[in-house]
């Protein structure tokens, strides 16, 4: 290193020095407030969060309150700054203030302390004052001719007063923004295409979080406002953002996929072969997953948007120092609707899934979602992902026929069956699945809605789960309820025996479903034996066994009606097209039950871990952004 590179780096050490002795010196209060100097120099200078963190770590607990003047004088100073100034020592006082308030929250957080968040950083008198100068100053900076570094900078601001406590329903900042409203703010940078590129993320976590605030318990102006947008640009901004993220996560995990083409050798190794194949880890990203669920179930015009390849910039003008905000461009190119994109993200996630993750298909399946994803003049490609089996290599399913997306959610669903017959068995991610199903059927039974698809399919999986959980049931009854697990198939099951013949493409998809059936008796036999005892006995289960074997009446009726039937055929082995012939005879002599409530689902529960999740994932990536101080002197010394 040359010279000047010595003496580079020695400046920057001795402005580090004295940016923290000058902290010190503020802890210390050894600074007058008439001292105007001292502040303007201060906030030349690059902030030093973990040395500010430092500062307040080493506070005891009782001398917080002692200190309550010196941080709300250094917090006035912080908020005077953004309100008055301009250029460098605004970016600097917004990054001090954010870092101020993270060091103090993050001491409460984590030792349990009693004291007074608010009142700590800004007084009980003056905050609200405060916070509605510095609020409506920091969204001029997101709606105006600012720099794309003050912009981040603000947005990483409020997504820190976000996050400060990991349940968010317990954070007293969020009052703030519930009394001094982002949301056009927000909704401003999605409706512009280049800030919507550089910023939407932020834009839409930020919004995800401020609708979770104390959702339930009070009306909340976000969840309002959200509900009742019909900005256009805005939400097709939103639908873009998110397309943009999942489908990054996408290539990224294709691109890391081993790449070998499947041949007659590499199909005899993988069958002699015990090595596993290693997939690459796909990233769950709660606080996108998030930000969709809200948009859908909240907004009834963003509905239109899961549908809809979303609208791309034609030219994305940004200033030549925005070194920071490079965008890849294949990470632009959008070519395919939001609930595609997202589908194909699923696929993604369920064939590296170890443990259980929670997805938010199931809640995604309102009534509006499902009547776009059935509409048969809506068709599409969407690329799904099978992991490795012992019959069959990893894949990219891309070369498919387009399709109703309602069939690219079954056969997700059909994939995730069929894979995870594991030890470690996800009953809550199976217990979802199964819900997604019947709310298609549901659907489908309701509006007489034909889909083509292969039932079949669906079918084989179901009697595989079945057979799975029965055989296993003394090893999966100690992790799980198998009989509510049995139910929800049986329910499926006998939607499609009592309406199939409403919503089955042809008659003779519903004589499939009675071959099927028989085809599989023993498996439903030992189904219907299987909560006896635990029905009759006190057990935890005793009520979901109850359940189970109240549901196995139409079940019990089939195979009693038709197997006799079969066997008085006096032949041993029939074939499906005498099995078939025997069925359609046999129709009329047959007596269901009509069992009750069939075509009624269960309603998606919101979970507060969810959003925690989101708070505790948001607050991590605040932490570990940087932003290289050249970058920003030089944006800043050109723009406002």
């Known amino acids: 290193m040359g010279k000047?590179?010595?003496?580079?780096?020695?400046?920057?050490?001795e402005l580090v020095c004295k940016v923290v002795s000058m902290y010190d010196k503020i802890f210390k209060s050894e600074v007058d407030d008439s001292n105007d100097e001292f502040w303007e120099e201060l906030f030349l200078l690059w902030a030093n969060k973990s040395q500010l963190c430092l500062i307040i770590d080493q506070i005891s607990i009782d001398q917080m309150q002692q200190i309550k003047q010196i941080v709300n004088r250094f917090v006035s100073k912080c908020i005077t700054t953004i309100t008055h100034q301009e250029g460098i020592r605004v970016y600097n006082a917004v990054q001090t203030l954010g870092f101020l308030i993270h060091a103090v929250a993050k001491k409460k957080e984590v030792l349990h302390c009693s004291f007074n968040l608010t009142d700590i950083l800004f007084g009980s008198d003056a905050g609200k004052t405060y916070m509605q100068m510095l609020i409506a100053r920091l969204c001029s900076f997101l709606t105006g001719n600012y720099s794309p570094v003050l912009k981040t900078c603000t947005l990483e601001f409020f997504l820190t007063m976000a996050t400060v406590t990991e349940n968010i329903n317990e954070n007293p900042l969020m009052e703030?923004?519930?009394?001094?409203?982002?949301f056009e703010a927000l909704t401003f940078i999605l409706e512009k295409c280049v800030d919507g590129n550089i910023h939407g993320r932020a834009a839409v976590v930020l919004l995800a979080l401020?609708?979770?605030?104390?959702?339930?318990?009070?009306?909340n102006p976000y969840m309002v406002k959200l509900s009742i947008l019909d900005n256009d640009l805005a939400l097709n901004g939103y639908s873009f953002v998110l397309s943009r993220e999942l489908l990054r996560l996408n290539r990224y995990f294709e691109n890391a996929l081993p790449n070998s083409t499947p041949s007659l050798w590499t199909f005899f190794g993988s069958v002699f072969s015990s090595d596993v194949v290693q997939l690459p880890s796909i990233q769950i990203d709660h606080s996108v997953l998030l930000a969709l669920y809200e948009a859908v179930h909240l907004n009834?015009?963003?509905?239109?948007?899961?549908?809809?390849?979303?609208?791309?910039?034609e030219e994305v003008k940004v200033h030549s120092t925005d070194v920071a905000f490079s965008l890849d461009d294949k990470a632009m190119e959008c070519n395919s609707n939001l609930f595609a994109t997202f589908l194909s993200y699923c696929s993604c996630v369920i064939s590296t899934l170890k443990g259980i993750k929670t997805i938010y298909l199931n809640a995604l399946l309102d009534q509006y979602a499902n009547m776009l994803m059935q509409d048969l003049s809506l068709s599409f490609k969407v690329p799904?992902?099978?992991?490795?089996?012992?019959?069959?290599?990893?894949?990219?399913?891309?070369?498919?026929?387009?399709?109703p997306l309602a069939c690219s959610v079954l056969s997700l669903c059909v994939e995730f069956i069929v894979s995870h017959l594991m030890k470690a068995f996800p009953f809550d991610l199976y217990s979802q699945v199964l819900g997604i199903i019947h709310r298609i059927l549901c659907f489908n039974k309701r509006c007489k809605i034909r889909l083509e698809f292969q039932w079949s399919t669906l079918w084989n999986v179901?009697?595989?789960?079945?057979?799975?959980?029965v055989n296993n049931s003394r090893m999966l009854i100690a992790e799980g309820d198998v009989f509510e697990l049995c139910s929800q198939v049986l329910v499926i099951l006998n939607v499609f025996i009592t309406f199939g013949d409403t919503f089955l493409p042809q008659t003779e998809i519903y004589d499939e479903l009675y071959y099927e059936l028989l085809r599989n008796n023993s498996t439903l036999q030992a189904m219907c034996i299987l909560p006896q005892e635990y029905a009759e006995k006190d057990s935890p289960y005793n009520e979901s066994a109850k359940k189970l074997l109240n549901g196995c009446v139409n079940v019990k009726a089939i195979l009693s009606h038709f197997l006799p039937k079969l066997d008085a055929a006096g032949c041993n082995v029939l074939s499906k097209e005498q099995i078939l012939a025997i069925v359609r005879q046999s129709y009329v002599t047959l007596s269901l039950k009509l069992q009750e409530n069939l075509d009624n689902f269960s309603r998606y529960q919101e979970k507060s871990a969810e959003v925690r999740s989101v708070v505790i994932e948001t607050s991590e990536s605040l932490n570990s952004s940087t932003l290289e101080q050249a970058i920003v002197?030089?944006?800043?010394?050109?723009?406002r």
């Open 633 to 639: 002197i030089k944006e800043l010394q050109t723009i």
């Open 300 to 313: 009834r015009n963003f509905i239109t948007a899961l549908t809809t390849v979303p609208a791309q910039c």
């Open 176 to 182: 703030y923004f519930m009394n001094n409203c982002i």
């Open 4 to 13: 000047s590179g010595i003496e580079r780096r020695k400046s920057v050490n």
């Open 210 to 219: 401020l609708i979770n605030y104390q959702k339930s318990v009070r009306e």
């Open 462 to 469: 179901l009697f595989t789960l079945l057979r799975y959980v």
């Open 384 to 403: 799904l992902f099978s992991r490795p089996m012992l019959h069959r290599k990893a894949e990219w399913k891309n070369h498919m026929q387009a399709k």
